[in-house]
Protein backbone atom coordinates (compact mmCIF):
# COMPACT_ATOMS: atom_id res chain seq x y z
CA UNK A 1 0.00 0.00 0.00
CA UNK A 2 1.22 3.41 -1.45
CA UNK A 3 1.91 6.08 1.78
CA UNK A 4 0.31 9.07 1.72
CA UNK A 5 2.76 12.34 1.66
CA UNK A 6 2.45 15.58 3.47
CA UNK A 7 4.98 18.53 3.93
CA UNK A 8 5.07 22.77 3.24
CA UNK A 9 6.08 23.85 0.23
CA UNK A 10 7.57 27.45 -0.17
CA UNK A 11 7.20 29.09 -3.48
CA UNK A 12 9.95 31.54 -3.74
CA UNK A 13 11.58 34.27 -6.04
CA UNK A 14 11.59 37.53 -7.03
CA UNK A 15 8.55 39.93 -7.38
CA UNK A 16 5.78 39.24 -10.33
CA UNK A 17 7.25 35.85 -11.76
CA UNK A 18 3.51 34.54 -11.08
CA UNK A 19 3.84 32.52 -7.47
CA UNK A 20 0.91 34.08 -6.74
CA UNK A 21 -0.78 33.35 -9.87
CA UNK A 22 0.62 29.76 -9.72
CA UNK A 23 -0.79 29.29 -6.08
CA UNK A 24 -3.96 29.92 -7.31
CA UNK A 25 -4.00 27.70 -10.05
CA UNK A 26 -2.62 24.46 -8.01
CA UNK A 27 -4.95 25.44 -5.10
CA UNK A 28 -8.33 25.99 -7.03
CA UNK A 29 -8.74 29.11 -5.50
CA UNK A 30 -8.57 32.90 -5.66
CA UNK A 31 -6.36 32.41 -2.22
CA UNK A 32 -3.68 35.01 -3.04
CA UNK A 33 -4.23 38.47 -5.00
CA UNK A 34 -2.57 39.38 -8.33
CA UNK A 35 -1.88 42.49 -10.00
CA UNK A 36 1.07 43.40 -12.83
CA UNK A 37 2.22 45.26 -9.92
CA UNK A 38 5.62 44.26 -7.88
CA UNK A 39 5.37 43.55 -4.35
CA UNK A 40 1.67 42.79 -4.33
CA UNK A 41 1.89 39.48 -1.90
CA UNK A 42 3.02 41.64 1.64
CA UNK A 43 2.02 37.63 3.72
CA UNK A 44 3.02 34.21 3.64
CA UNK A 45 -0.19 32.61 2.64
CA UNK A 46 -0.80 29.28 2.91
CA UNK A 47 -2.55 27.46 0.56
CA UNK A 48 -3.86 23.55 1.04
CA UNK A 49 -3.82 21.11 -1.90
CA UNK A 50 -5.27 17.17 -0.61
CA UNK A 51 -5.75 14.67 -3.46
CA UNK A 52 -5.10 10.65 -2.94
CA UNK A 53 -1.11 10.95 -3.10
CA UNK A 54 -1.53 13.27 0.25
CA UNK A 55 -1.77 16.73 1.45
CA UNK A 56 0.22 19.97 0.28
CA UNK A 57 0.44 23.00 2.48
CA UNK A 58 2.02 25.29 -0.35
CA UNK A 59 3.01 28.53 1.15
CA UNK A 60 3.25 31.65 -0.98
CA UNK A 61 5.58 34.71 -0.21
CA UNK A 62 6.22 37.80 -0.68
CA UNK A 63 9.32 38.64 -3.66
CA UNK A 64 12.55 39.08 -2.52
CA UNK A 65 13.29 42.55 -3.78
CA UNK A 66 16.37 44.98 -3.16
CA UNK A 67 14.57 47.89 -1.89
CA UNK A 68 14.79 49.12 1.17
CA UNK A 69 13.89 52.45 1.73
CA UNK A 70 10.81 50.96 4.22
CA UNK A 71 10.92 48.80 7.10
CA UNK A 72 8.03 47.40 5.29
CA UNK A 73 10.24 46.51 2.53
CA UNK A 74 12.51 45.14 4.88
CA UNK A 75 10.17 43.02 6.37
CA UNK A 76 8.36 41.24 3.44
CA UNK A 77 12.13 40.16 2.79
CA UNK A 78 12.62 38.44 6.19
CA UNK A 79 8.77 36.60 5.89
CA UNK A 80 9.79 35.43 2.64
CA UNK A 81 13.60 34.43 3.77
CA UNK A 82 12.19 33.00 7.43
CA UNK A 83 9.35 31.16 5.83
CA UNK A 84 11.88 28.92 3.02
CA UNK A 85 13.82 27.81 6.12
CA UNK A 86 10.93 26.14 7.62
CA UNK A 87 9.88 24.31 4.89
CA UNK A 88 10.15 20.53 3.28
CA UNK A 89 10.37 21.43 -0.08
CA UNK A 90 11.44 24.74 -2.23
CA UNK A 91 9.86 25.57 -5.18
CA UNK A 92 12.35 28.37 -6.92
CA UNK A 93 9.73 30.28 -9.76
CA UNK A 94 11.55 32.30 -12.43
CA UNK A 95 10.16 34.17 -15.12
CA UNK A 96 11.17 32.64 -18.31
CA UNK A 97 11.42 35.68 -20.45
CA UNK A 98 14.31 37.27 -18.66
CA UNK A 99 16.29 36.88 -15.41
CA UNK A 100 17.62 40.09 -13.50
CA UNK A 101 19.88 40.20 -10.27
CA UNK A 102 17.06 40.02 -7.92
CA UNK A 103 17.09 36.31 -8.91
CA UNK A 104 20.06 36.08 -7.02
CA UNK A 105 18.25 36.84 -3.66
CA UNK A 106 16.25 33.77 -4.03
CA UNK A 107 19.02 31.79 -5.49
CA UNK A 108 20.84 32.44 -2.43
CA UNK A 109 18.16 30.99 0.14
CA UNK A 110 17.95 28.09 -2.19
CA UNK A 111 21.87 27.20 -1.72
CA UNK A 112 21.55 28.17 2.25
CA UNK A 113 18.21 25.67 2.17
CA UNK A 114 18.43 22.20 4.12
CA UNK A 115 16.54 20.02 1.84
CA UNK A 116 15.48 19.82 -1.50
CA UNK A 117 14.18 22.35 -4.44
CA UNK A 118 12.29 22.46 -7.70
CA UNK A 119 13.94 24.50 -10.79
CA UNK A 120 10.21 25.97 -12.12
CA UNK A 121 10.29 27.68 -15.30
CA UNK A 122 7.20 29.98 -15.46
CA UNK A 123 5.32 32.23 -18.17
CA UNK A 124 7.05 29.97 -21.06
CA UNK A 125 4.09 30.39 -23.25
CA UNK A 126 5.76 33.76 -23.57
CA UNK A 127 8.83 32.83 -24.39
CA UNK A 128 9.41 33.28 -28.61
CA UNK A 129 12.38 31.66 -28.75
CA UNK A 130 12.31 27.56 -26.52
CA UNK A 131 15.75 26.80 -26.59
CA UNK A 132 17.02 29.55 -24.18
CA UNK A 133 15.15 27.46 -21.82
CA UNK A 134 18.16 24.64 -21.63
CA UNK A 135 21.00 27.65 -21.52
CA UNK A 136 19.02 29.33 -18.67
CA UNK A 137 18.78 25.69 -17.00
CA UNK A 138 22.12 25.09 -17.67
CA UNK A 139 23.35 28.84 -15.87
CA UNK A 140 21.29 28.57 -12.94
CA UNK A 141 21.86 24.80 -12.25
CA UNK A 142 25.10 25.72 -11.83
CA UNK A 143 24.55 27.71 -9.25
CA UNK A 144 22.44 25.45 -6.95
CA UNK A 145 21.39 21.91 -6.79
CA UNK A 146 18.44 21.26 -7.96
CA UNK A 147 16.72 18.01 -7.40
CA UNK A 148 13.74 18.46 -10.26
CA UNK A 149 13.55 21.29 -13.21
CA UNK A 150 10.39 21.95 -14.71
CA UNK A 151 8.40 24.38 -17.33
CA UNK A 152 4.96 25.80 -16.94
CA UNK A 153 2.40 28.47 -17.52
CA UNK A 154 0.76 28.73 -14.40
CA UNK A 155 -1.79 32.14 -16.31
CA UNK A 156 -2.35 28.85 -18.48
CA UNK A 157 -2.59 26.21 -16.53
CA UNK A 158 -0.29 24.64 -18.52
CA UNK A 159 2.50 21.84 -16.81
CA UNK A 160 1.00 21.97 -13.51
CA UNK A 161 0.76 18.18 -13.13
CA UNK A 162 4.52 17.80 -14.29
CA UNK A 163 5.27 20.06 -10.67
CA UNK A 164 2.68 18.28 -8.40
CA UNK A 165 4.44 14.73 -9.86
CA UNK A 166 8.05 16.66 -8.42
CA UNK A 167 6.47 17.94 -5.75
CA UNK A 168 4.78 14.63 -3.98
CA UNK A 169 7.72 12.62 -5.24
CA UNK A 170 10.63 14.88 -2.82
CA UNK A 171 7.99 15.35 0.20
CA UNK A 172 8.90 13.00 2.89
CA UNK A 173 5.59 10.76 3.75
CA UNK A 174 3.15 11.55 6.58
CA UNK A 175 -0.49 12.07 7.13
CA UNK A 176 -2.55 14.98 6.48
CA UNK A 177 -2.33 17.98 8.98
CA UNK A 178 -5.21 19.91 7.84
CA UNK A 179 -9.20 19.20 6.93
CA UNK A 180 -9.47 17.66 3.65
CA UNK A 181 -11.85 20.47 2.74
CA UNK A 182 -10.14 23.37 3.66
CA UNK A 183 -7.76 25.68 1.02
CA UNK A 184 -5.68 28.21 3.52
CA UNK A 185 -4.55 28.85 6.85
CA UNK A 186 -6.07 32.51 6.10
CA UNK A 187 -9.18 33.55 8.09
CA UNK A 188 -12.38 35.20 5.90
CA UNK A 189 -11.59 38.71 7.31
CA UNK A 190 -7.78 38.58 6.20
CA UNK A 191 -8.85 37.14 2.39
CA UNK A 192 -11.74 39.84 2.10
CA UNK A 193 -9.14 42.47 3.16
CA UNK A 194 -6.60 41.17 0.70
CA UNK A 195 -9.84 41.31 -2.27
CA UNK A 196 -10.26 44.91 -1.61
CA UNK A 197 -6.17 45.77 -1.46
CA UNK A 198 -6.45 43.94 -5.05
CA UNK A 199 -8.62 46.17 -6.61
CA UNK A 200 -7.15 49.13 -5.18
CA UNK A 201 -3.83 48.35 -6.57
CA UNK A 202 -5.89 47.69 -9.64
CA UNK A 203 -7.25 51.13 -9.68
CA UNK A 204 -4.66 53.16 -8.61
CA UNK A 205 -1.71 54.49 -10.07
CA UNK A 206 2.05 53.46 -9.66
CA UNK A 207 2.63 55.13 -6.47
CA UNK A 208 -0.43 55.21 -4.44
CA UNK A 209 -0.81 51.12 -3.74
CA UNK A 210 2.51 50.31 -1.74
CA UNK A 211 1.76 53.13 0.76
CA UNK A 212 -1.76 51.73 1.60
CA UNK A 213 -3.08 48.58 3.42
CA UNK A 214 -6.58 47.41 4.65
CA UNK A 215 -8.28 46.57 7.65
CA UNK A 216 -11.93 44.88 8.31
CA UNK A 217 -13.29 46.40 11.43
CA UNK A 218 -16.54 44.49 11.05
CA UNK A 219 -17.33 41.31 9.62
CA UNK A 220 -20.98 40.10 10.38
CA UNK A 221 -22.63 36.70 9.21
CA UNK A 222 -26.22 38.32 9.21
CA UNK A 223 -29.37 35.52 7.82
CA UNK A 224 -29.05 36.96 4.55
CA UNK A 225 -25.56 38.43 3.82
CA UNK A 226 -22.56 38.94 4.92
CA UNK A 227 -21.80 42.55 6.25
CA UNK A 228 -18.16 43.91 5.89
CA UNK A 229 -16.82 47.42 7.05
CA UNK A 230 -13.26 47.80 5.66
CA UNK A 231 -10.78 50.44 6.60
CA UNK A 232 -7.98 51.57 3.91
CA UNK A 233 -5.16 53.40 5.78
CA UNK A 234 -2.91 55.48 3.67
CA UNK A 235 -0.11 56.67 4.29
CA UNK A 236 -0.08 60.18 3.22
CA UNK A 237 -2.90 62.58 3.19
CA UNK A 238 -2.82 63.64 -0.51
CA UNK A 239 -3.20 59.65 -1.49
CA UNK A 240 -6.97 59.96 0.43
CA UNK A 241 -8.39 62.05 -2.08
CA UNK A 242 -6.74 60.03 -4.69
CA UNK A 243 -8.12 56.42 -3.44
CA UNK A 244 -11.61 58.17 -3.07
CA UNK A 245 -11.27 60.06 -6.32
CA UNK A 246 -13.43 62.46 -8.22
CA UNK A 247 -17.03 62.54 -7.08
CA UNK A 248 -15.90 59.20 -5.02
CA UNK A 249 -16.16 57.23 -7.92
CA UNK A 250 -13.08 55.03 -7.56
CA UNK A 251 -13.78 54.40 -3.99
CA UNK A 252 -17.27 53.19 -5.65
CA UNK A 253 -15.41 50.80 -8.11
CA UNK A 254 -13.46 49.55 -5.69
CA UNK A 255 -15.93 48.75 -3.54
CA UNK A 256 -18.13 47.16 -6.15
CA UNK A 257 -15.61 45.10 -7.41
CA UNK A 258 -14.21 44.11 -3.98
CA UNK A 259 -17.79 43.12 -3.35
CA UNK A 260 -18.53 41.10 -5.95
CA UNK A 261 -15.41 39.23 -5.48
CA UNK A 262 -15.76 38.43 -2.07
CA UNK A 263 -19.25 37.36 -2.73
CA UNK A 264 -18.00 34.60 -5.71
CA UNK A 265 -15.09 33.52 -2.55
CA UNK A 266 -17.61 33.23 0.43
CA UNK A 267 -20.66 32.05 -1.82
CA UNK A 268 -23.08 34.63 -0.51
CA UNK A 269 -24.58 38.00 -0.67
CA UNK A 270 -21.82 40.61 0.76
CA UNK A 271 -22.67 44.31 1.82
CA UNK A 272 -19.17 46.54 1.86
CA UNK A 273 -18.52 49.44 3.31
CA UNK A 274 -15.30 51.37 2.69
CA UNK A 275 -13.77 54.00 4.68
CA UNK A 276 -10.49 56.36 3.96
CA UNK A 277 -8.05 56.94 6.86
CA UNK A 278 -4.48 58.64 7.39
CA UNK A 279 -1.84 56.94 9.22
CA UNK A 280 1.03 58.76 8.69
CA UNK A 281 4.40 57.25 8.75
CA UNK A 282 2.88 53.48 8.98
CA UNK A 283 5.29 51.77 6.46
CA UNK A 284 8.06 52.66 8.70
CA UNK A 285 6.75 52.34 12.28
CA UNK A 286 7.65 49.16 14.09
CA UNK A 287 4.04 49.12 16.13
CA UNK A 288 1.83 49.67 13.20
CA UNK A 289 3.69 47.07 11.04
CA UNK A 290 3.06 44.28 14.02
CA UNK A 291 -0.43 45.75 14.42
CA UNK A 292 -1.10 45.49 10.86
CA UNK A 293 -0.08 41.94 10.76
CA UNK A 294 3.16 42.59 9.07
CA UNK A 295 5.07 40.67 11.88
CA UNK A 296 4.60 37.61 10.35
Known sequence: MNQTRF???????RPNVGKSTLLNALVGEHLAIVT???QTTRHRIVGILTET????????TPGLHKRR???????LNRIAADTSAGVDLLVLVLDATHLTDEDELALAQVRAHDGPAILAFNKIDLLEDRSRLLQMTGKLSAKADFAAVVYLSAERRKGLDDLLDEVFRLLPEGAPQYPEDSFTDRSERFLVAELVREQLMLQLHQEIPYGL?????RFERQPRRIEINALILVAEDRHKGMVIGRQGQVLKRVGSRARQAAARLLDAPVHLELHVKTRSGWMDDDGSLDELGYGR
Open 7 to 13: GHVALLG
Open 36 to 38: HKP
Open 53 to 60: RGQVAFVD
Open 69 to 75: DHALNRR
Open 213 to 217: TVVIE
